[in-house]
């Protein structure tokens, strides 16, 4: 029979001396048997778990007091592994009645064989079919991972398998051994006794925020942890050997739930499985279909009487309801709830939202100063005046007829609440922002990293990703064809060459990459251009009807920027796809990496997708459309599509805010409430139609494991991340368009706050806790955007807007040095007569006869030499404008490393707290190690008084009084244990197979 091929692991992150022991592969025929018969549900047959739940027995459910613990309601649930069980099916062959299961071997190619006594009167035989083979297959990989786990000193706890198949819930508990050793080694900073208070000096700023701390307290959301905070613990990392620094009163609540789970599921990400090709973690067993999902609970229900409160149910109260919009965020329990990673974006969600509100003011202040000078704007007036008779060249061929310049007098108007000199000045205010949003968020993030103790933490060792495992393996196998036998048994723990993957075997993976990003964003260009079709082939339809004529350009625009928004939705969801497939391909070593790959394409592509458009209108459209008489043609019939009268600035803004605020309305808010919904309605129905599972859920109270089970899994942040990068981008790229995009922003995120609040706590499965110091690749992001919003803002007042243009000729050609006459200056002349045959007006009703036609150029009149070239203000604009780029871009770079040099990225009360806090730390160690000497020095006086009578052995007696005093020492140090706890032990050490490596002193 040929023997399982075990091949060496991949090249991942060891943990030196803390790998576990996987215990010997089970023979041909021996097979590990859990009882799952409800009638001996007390007894196993070499059974890995310690004990068992009866879902059907009323008496386990009456002794149930929390939904939180095990059967014995003292140990509690910190993790839970689930899996799909499906019993064996067939009818047999001989046997008894009786029902109870014969012996069985399972060979490990999915054969069955058949034991010697198993042919004995009372056995059965059961053929198995590929389903049930591969069932056994994966329920003894379970059993050896299990087994595993307790040989780390975890606890486990599950029901019987009693029905033909379902969900079976394995509950882990982590010993307090467990959570001291796991601890110490990750280096978790724990409170130590010493508390000191956080003195502010008496300077300006903090006489300025404590009178703003006054003015918001109303604000603050009712949370215990905000009723002090000038008091501060001292914190050092566990440690086992100095249990005295620290403030130990009770076990079981000494880490909370959050480092609880965070510390088992560091044991389930290393704890590897043999029988499963040797794969290391719980992710790996999850890819390979072994388990279903794996995750900690939450603290109990959300909803409820509040004499029962838990973190969860105050968070839902206090921050993930509509009705506690205007509260702040209680970022310090989100934190300890979720973990440093989840409190982190919820920090700068929340500083982004209160940055945008200076910038929304500012923006409504620019707009109403465009409200309030309209009517006392020159250039409108001008082109408003029905006297002034500008007769315009026709907008297309034959169908179009001439037109008079006053008829776009509202298109004139509304462009100037946009654009007007008060938006170079946001424009400025804007980029300065930007710098001040991500200069404040450095320091805000020193600041919660020195409250959160995250300062000075390592990078912790990343796991590799199942993929790049198997990936290795295979790789291996090939090399190595011939030596598989000498790879099983001389195993080399060191990392070769041959256990990574290079660049040779990266390069497929990359090619495709490139050439499918490539692809991607030739489509998004492809379908901008086919919009610009669609705009043109639809405004020479529309205008051969005379009764829509008159309202081409409203309806085109309209249409066009509906169907662009349609199109932007798809692909977004498109190109999420499409960049999680790209990165898989790439097979990248850990999840950090994979996460940071998968965001640079998303980000990319989505980037695209969502500005191309807006790109195009602020800075193509309207550029390359020619001159009457030789204009640019798209498949030889449809012109260019030109920029308004007015100019291309309120095409700008329209193309803007409808993207925006449809993406925010549709996508954000639509999308995230009506998918989750939808998808838990159908895992609903799904479960209710699963046959044997609706009769037991009938029959007892669901348990705290079920009810997170019915969430949706948590898939990370980076969706919630992208959402608002993009919507920075709206607002700071393009804002000199449309100075009320921050308004807007301002107001989806107050939404936006309380939805992925709501969703965080009531629908999504509580995610592992992740300790991290900054936010990563996003601020990186961040910073770019900021630096390139500068360059496009510039080129949008110089290129898209009219205030250079207007600027130049109020210094350099107007008579008066006023704006009179601007229009006639931007207005050239054409001689109809030069029109191509076949492209003048048919049927034309204008009123009088048109000899010469006007067109928005600087070109030469057709009675200069040079007719139609472009004339000296052409070039004197352009000049002007490139100076303005150059100026605004330098002028605006210069102010923000000046506001950078300006604020500090550490603030100075927090570095003087780490120094005092540092000197502190020193002085408490000094003290409770003096502390300790005394009472050992004592101990020893006392101990040799009473032995002075026996003046033989004196060294003996010194050494066992010194152990003594020792152990008296620790025991004085020690904190108070609840009767309960020896129980617990006790019964740990019945049920449970607990390696040594486990087994460390008690406090």
């Not at 910190?78 to 062959?93: A, E, T």
């Not at 000078?373 to 001439?402: A, H, Q, R």
């Not at 300790?771 to 770019?784: A, Q, V, Y």
Request: charged share 25%; net charge neutral; with cysteine.
């Amino acid at each position: 029979m040929p023997s399982r091929t075990v091949t060496r692991e991949a090249s991942c992150p060891k943990h030196s001396g803390l790998n576990l022991k996987v215990p010997p592969p089970l023979s041909p025929g021996q097979l590990r048997l859990v009882n799952r018969d409800p009638e001996q549900h007390g007894t196993t047959s070499s059974s890995v778990i310690n004990n068992f739940l009866d879902p059907n027995d009323p008496t386990s459910s009456e002794a149930r007091q929390s939904r939180m613990h095990f059967l014995d309601n003292q140990r509690k649930v910190d993790y839970v592994l689930v899996y799909h069980y499906r019993n064996r099916g067939g009818q047999p062959v001989q046997g008894s009645s009786s029902g109870h299961r014969a012996p069985l071997a399972v060979i490990s190619n999915g054969e069955m064989g058949k034991e010697p006594n198993a042919s004995r009167q009372g056995d059965m035989m059961i053929e198995m079919g590929p389903q049930d083979a591969l069932e056994e297959e994966r329920k003894e990989q379970r059993e050896e991972f299990e087994y595993n786990l307790m040989e780390a000193g975890l606890e486990l706890e599950k029901d019987l398998e009693n029905k033909n198949q379902g969900s079976s819930f394995v509950r882990i508990h982590a010993p307090w051994q467990v959570l001291t050793r796991e601890a110490e080694f990750l280096k978790i900073k724990v409170p130590t006794k010493k508390m000191y208070e956080i003195k502010s000096k008496n300077t300006i700023t903090a006489k300025f925020n404590d009178i703003v701390q006054k003015l918001t307290l109303p604000l603050l959301p009712h949370i215990p942890e905000h009723s002090n905070n000038k008091m501060k613990n001292l914190s050092y990392p566990f440690s086992r050997e100095k249990l005295y620094l620290y403030n130990i009163k009770d076990k079981d609540t000494f880490f909370n739930n959050a480092t609880r789970s965070r510390i088992v599921h560091e044991i389930l990400k290393r704890t590897s499985c043999s029988r499963a090709n040797n794969v290391m973690g719980i992710n790996s067993l999850i890819a390979h279909n072994i388990y279903e999902a794996a995750y900690p609970l939450h603290d109990g229900e959300y909803e409820g009487p509040e004499t029962d409160m838990n973190d969860r149910k105050l968070l839902y109260q206090e921050w993930a309801r509509y009705g506690v919009f205007y509260k702040f965020q209680p970022i310090d329990l989100i934190r300890k709830y979720f973990g440093e990673k989840i409190g982190l974006y919820f920090a700068w969600l929340g500083l982004y939202t209160a940055f945008l509100i200076p910038a929304s003011l500012i923006g409504v202040i620019v707009f109403l100063y465009g409200c309030a000078t309209i009517e006392d704007d020159i250039p409108s007036k001008e082109m408003c005046d029905e006297k002034n008779g500008f007769t315009m060249c026709p907008l297309c061929d034959k169908s179009c007829d001439y037109w008079n310049l006053s008829s776009a007098c509202g298109t004139a108007r509304a462009s100037h609440l946009f654009d007007n000199p008060a938006t170079v000045f946001f424009s400025i205010f804007m980029a300065l922002w930007a710098t001040m949003f991500l200069e404040n968020w450095k320091r805000l993030q020193m600041r919660l990293g020195y409250f959160w103790d995250l300062t000075g933490i390592e990078e912790e060792e990343e796991h590799c990703r199942p993929e790049y495992e198997t990936r290795v393996r295979k790789k291996i196998l090939k090399q190595h064809q011939t030596h598989v036998q000498k790879m099983e048994t001389e195993k080399n723990e060191s990392e070769d060459e041959d256990d990574r993957l290079n660049w040779k075997d990266r390069l497929p993976g990359y090619l495709m990459n490139f050439a499918s990003i490539l692809f991607m964003i030739a489509l998004t260009f492809s379908i901008v251009f086919g919009v610009i079709v669609y705009r043109s082939t639809v405004a020479a339809a529309l205008s051969l009807n005379k009764s829509t004529r008159s309202n081409v350009r409203a309806t085109v625009t309209a249409t066009a920027v509906l169907l662009n928004l349609i199109v932007i939705l798809i692909l977004d969801e498109i190109y999420g796809a499409v960049a999680k497939w790209l990165t898989k391909i790439e097979v990248p070593r850990t999840e950090e990496s994979f996460e940071q790959r998968l965001i640079l394409k998303a980000f990319l592509l989505k980037f695209v997708n969502a500005y191309s458009s807006i790109f195009y209108v602020a800075f193509f459209k309207g550029r390359f459309v020619g001159r009457p008489g030789s204009y640019v043609y798209v498949f030889d019939n449809y012109r260019m599509e030109e920029c308004a009268p007015g100019g291309c600035l309120m095409e700008l803004c329209l193309q803007l805010s409808i993207i925006m605020l449809g993406k925010q309305l549709i996508q954000n808010n639509i999308f995230e409430i009506g998918i989750p919904k939808l998808k838990k309605l159908l895992r609903k129905l799904k479960d209710e139609t699963e046959p044997g599972e609706t009769a037991s859920s009938e029959l007892k109270q669901p348990e705290q494991w079920d009810l997170d089970y019915s969430l949706e899994p948590y898939t990370g942040l980076t969706p919630e991340y992208m959402e608002m990068i993009i919507q920075f981008g709206f607002v700071s790229l393009f804002v000199a368009s449309f100075p009320l995009a921050p308004l807007f922003a301002l107001l989806n995120n107050v939404i936006e706050i309380r939805l992925d609040a709501k969703k965080f706590v009531t629908e999504l499965r509580r995610p592992d806790a992740v300790r991290t110091k900054d936010i990563g690749i996003w601020f990186d992001i961040l910073s770019g955007i900021g630096k390139f919003s500068v360059i496009s803002n510039a080129f949008v007042i110089a290129v898209t807007s009219d205030f250079i243009p207007r600027l130049v000729y109020q210094y350099s050609y107007s008579h008066n040095g006023t704006l009179h006459g601007f229009i006639d200056h931007t207005l050239s002349y054409f001689n109809v007569s030069q029109l191509k045959e076949g492209t003048q007006p048919q049927n034309s009703n204008f009123d009088q006869e048109v000899l010469f036609c006007r067109f928005k150029d600087y070109r030469e009149p057709p009675w200069a030499p040079n007719q139609y070239e472009f004339s000296k203000q052409y070039w004197s604009v352009l000049s002007a404008r490139l100076a303005f780029v150059i100026i605004f871009q330098n002028l605006v770079m210069f102010l923000s490393v000046l506001v950078d040099w300006m604020i500090p990225d550490i603030p100075k009360d927090i570095s003087d707290q780490i120094k005092k806090e540092k000197s502190l730390l020193v002085d408490f160690f000094l003290k409770e190690e003096n502390e300790k000497l005394k009472m050992t020095d004592s101990s020893q006086r006392s101990q040799s008084q009473g032995e002075r009578g026996s003046p033989k052995s004196p060294t003996r007696s010194t050494r066992h009084s010194s152990r003594l005093s020792s152990c008296r020492s620790s025991r004085h140090s020690s904190p108070h244990v609840s009767p309960h706890t020896s129980q617990s032990q006790r019964r740990s050490q019945r049920g449970s197979h607990v390696s040594s490596t486990s087994q460390h002193t008690v406090v």
